[in-house]
């Protein structure tokens, strides 16, 4: 039962990036391209994702735990940090030069198309490395 | 290439993406966010840690599948650019989110939402870093990746 209703919070999920544009890099990078073939529709994306969630999180966060689990899952970290900085960067860097992200990319694996599937697994090779050289070096400082 | 310009569907879209972080926060406290949820799925710490992630997955995955069962029409997928985009840009984007420790739905959606300095920091900067990318990639480069 509980998969069952995640599955359909990642169904939900799926339908809103397609509908919303976000699983077609044609569009995203058009987004980003504001002194050329402007299309501002992922704004809209964002806005009404960003609107619906601030509203819903004051109702949910108010409780004292969720409905199907312990405790709320909010990240403990609250330093803004030079490896928040540097990532957020890079992460910008390569979604401009592919057009994906990853929330727009993991639904549109669904249509087998085969860039997105290399896309996909250059992502999970890049967090894989990331998390291995993250692990092996210490937590503050080093690499900031 | 142009793109049209689909304010509602995409205010739709967006009214979605919102719906479903509001809900796995309700029922089980998780950030909506496809960094973390595809990193815990790939390198899981725990066995009841990887089930929710890996049916919500699942249902990410699905939705292209329904969409065309329902409207018989295939979604769209138009890549403007090469496969070394593809790789490059992918392997740039992991390293980056895991460093940066979160992506579009995490900071800029979950994140911003809870007016976490941290996510609208990392928004704007990766908001900025690709606008400038693509400026550089389309009309500086000019001929793109």
Known sequence: MRFLITYAIGLIFGFGIILGGMANPAKVLNFFDIAGTWDPSLAFVMGGALCVTALGYRFVLRRPAPRLADVFHLPAVRAVDTPLIAGSAAFGIGWGIAGFCPGGALPAIGTLDPAVLTFTAALIAGIVVAKIIKAKSPPVGRIA | ?145
């Not at chain 2, 790939?42 to 969409?67: H, K, T, Y």
């Not at chain 2, 790789?87 to 739905?105: A, M, N």
């Open chain 2, 1 to 145: 290439m142009i793109t049209d310009f689909t304010p509602l569907a995409s205010l739709g879209g967006g009214i979605l993406i919102g719906v479903a972080s509001v809900l796995l926060m309700a029922n089980f406290g998780r950030v909506m966010g496809a960094t973390g949820i595809l990193a815990g799925f790939i390198m899981p710490n725990s066995r009841e840690d990887w089930g929710w992630r890996a049916s919500l997955l699942a249902g990410m995955l699905s939705a292209p599948v329904l969409v065309w069962l329902m409207t018989g029409q295939s979604v769209v997928v138009h890549v403007p650019v090469s496969t070394t985009a593809m790789i490059v840009g992918g392997l740039i984007v992991g390293v980056g989110v895991t460093y940066g420790g979160g992506c579009t739905s995490g900071h800029g959606v979950c994140g911003i939402a809870r007016l976490s300095p941290r996510s609208i920091v990392a928004t704007l900067v990766f908001m900025i870093a690709a606008i400038g990318t693509v400026y550089v990639t389309r009309h500086v480069i000019g001929a793109g990746l």
